[in-house]
């Protein structure tokens, strides 16, 4: 039973958050304090860590070659391209300094990070095949602007994809093969602006159906074929619909619809699959997993956020898989036991704490973009006796300071706060940014040129020659192209060409969901209280698990 034992203030927002006996717990096992940021400000500090949609091109100042980056140019750390950084030339323990015990951990531990080189791209670059512009994203192939995405081919433009083939503008989605605009939805085949569905096929506007094929306009269906806005349709009727889908004019009016249409169906208040004792929104197969959101087979698990493939014991994680005995990381996994305090690092990983990017590594502190190497400090090779010692002091010294049991502030982050995380999630004006002590990016100017070029209304009366054209979007004006493979896939499936840039797409997709936080409201149907992310000011109908499955048809 997990009982409210302590509450706090918050010392960045001020706001009171509660600490209970299984947090306590929890806390003791791993040798921390308690927190002093509530749960929000924790995640706004761990995801201005990360830059993940934001590309660009520099040079590699080693081997002069050009590559893609989610550092601009402009950016103060020197960044190698991934082959070079890899091999055996690239050893950052020759950055390796002594602990200052007069001065702040954070400020020794910025001096080192500000001069040891970078990857461009967090990425699995040994196992990844053709796909040089994904980020955040690992074992793909064929693959372009994919992000927080693994084990996908031939698939471009989409976020928290897996496992998928010829897929692209999706979000949140899993097994996916010729589809496109789907969002929060698995194993499904050939199916187009389809929301929180699965094992549907060859259907257009779905929302909440599973099993349902040559269906359109559908939402909270079981097992039909060829239904249109849920009533029974015939095989002409169908494909007359499917016909008109290639005209700009006519998509954008059935979105509008359809999204008006669904709205009449209710809406289970926790979407996900095979949960037990679980809180928070988009979870399959986990169990014990408190205030979590769009993840898989975690266990025992509080406030973490898009855990892929397996995660267990873990508390204040974003994007960290295969994982066990986790708190306070980001974009960490593969094999990680026993982490705190970390970013960016992967592959057979244990004992490290306040690391970022470094590899098959164990036992390391306060390290940065380290090999397979164990007992360092401030990427200062140490014996096993001496880390210990060396360790258990520093951590004394940051207790005095502080600076123990707190993660990375966000002023020591290596991007800027509206490239980061952080900006989707917990947005912020260039004025406030700046007023926090954050750093700002703004935009180059030379990506919003004027665009002089009128994109034809359907696919049908688009000649390839729109791949040399350079594109404005309608709502930012930032300019994008069409590729050869993306124009070859609107062709395909009868689909106009977007008159948005993939910011602004992916932004779309995002905010079609709910959000991030729980709230206790009733069940639309029987009262029975309920703890749901859909916000009262949102038009759906939340119904609880029981009255949802009493309206599948």
């Avoid at 940021?37 to 050009?66: S, W």
């Avoid at 999706?170 to 929301?195: A, G």
């Avoid at 917990?426 to 926090?436: D, G, R, S």
């Amino acid at each position: 039973m997990e009982n409210v034992i302590i509450s706090k203030k918050c010392k960045n927002c001020q706001n009171d958050f509660d600490i209970t006996n299984l947090d306590v717990a929890f806390y003791k096992k791993i040798d921390v304090p308690l927190p002093t940021f509530c749960p929000d400000c924790r995640q706004q500090r761990r995801l201005a860590q990360v830059n993940e949609l934001n590309l660009f091109k520099r040079k590699c100042p080693m081997t002069g070659k050009d590559i893609v980056s989610n550092y601009p140019p402009d950016n103060i750390h020197t960044v190698y391209e991934q082959h070079y950084w890899w091999s055996d030339e690239v050893n950052n323990l020759k950055y390796g300094r002594d602990f200052d015990f007069s001065r702040p951990f954070f400020d020794q531990y910025k001096e080192l990070s500000d001069v040891v080189p970078r990857r461009p791209l967090f990425a699995d670059y040994p196992r990844d095949i053709n796909s040089t512009y994904t980020n955040y994203a690992g074992k793909n192939k064929d693959c372009y602007m994919l992000f927080d995405s693994d084990e996908d081919h031939d698939c471009m433009y989409s976020y928290g994809m897996n496992g998928s083939r010829s897929s692209m503008d999706c979000y949140r989605i899993q097994n996916l093969e010729l589809c496109y605009e789907t969002v929060d939805s698995k194993d499904c085949y050939n199916c187009h602006f389809t929301h929180n569905s699965q094992s549907c096929s060859d259907s257009y506007f779905l929302n909440n159906c599973i099993g349902c094929r040559h269906c359109i306009y559908c939402s909270n269906l079981n097992q039909k074929e060829y239904y249109i806005f849920n009533e029974p349709a015939t095989k002409e009727q169908y494909e007359n619909i499917v016909k008109s889908f290639g005209s700009y004019s006519f998509l954008m009016d059935k979105i509008d619809k359809f999204r008006n249409f669904r709205l009449k169906f209710p809406n289970k208040f926790l979407k996900g699959f095979q949960n037990e004792n679980c809180t928070g929104n988009f979870l399959v197969n986990c169990k014990d997993a408190i205030n979590c959101f769009d993840s898989m087979n975690l266990w025992t698990a509080k406030y973490c956020t898009q855990v892929f493939i397996r995660g267990k014991d873990c508390m204040d994680a974003h994007e960290c898989g295969e994982s066990e005995l986790i708190y306070e990381c980001n974009s960490s996994g593969y094999g990680a036991y026993n982490m705190k305090f970390c970013v960016h690092c992967m592959n057979q990983i244990s004992d490290l704490e306040y690391c970022d990017f470094c590899f098959s590594s164990s036992h390391l502190f306060g390290c940065m973009g380290l090999k397979r190497n164990k007992f360092c400090i401030l990427n200062k090779q140490y014996t096993e006796e001496e880390f210990g010692k060396m360790r258990e002091k520093i951590i004394e010294h940051m207790k005095k300071t502080g600076e123990w049991g707190e993660y990375f502030p966000i002023s020591l982050s290596s991007f800027a706060y509206n490239l980061s995380g952080a900006q989707e999630w917990y947005t912020l004006t260039k004025e406030e940014t700046l007023a926090k002590g954050y750093k700002w990016r703004d935009p180059d100017k030379k990506e919003y040129k004027k665009s002089n070029y009128q994109i034809p209304d359907g696919i049908k009366d688009t000649s390839e020659e729109i791949v040399k054209e350079t594109l404005a979007c309608i709502d930012c004006g930032r300019n994008y192209k069409i590729t050869e493979r993306e124009y070859g896939f609107y062709a395909k499936h009868t689909m106009p060409i977007p008159r948005k840039c993939f910011h602004c797409r992916h932004e779309n997709r995002l905010k079609s969901r709910p959000g991030r936080k729980l709230y206790n409201r009733v069940c639309k149907n029987c009262s029975e209280p309920i703890l749901t992310a859909y916000s009262p000011d949102r038009p759906e109908i939340i119904y609880c698990e029981k009255c949802y499955l009493s309206t599948l048809n």
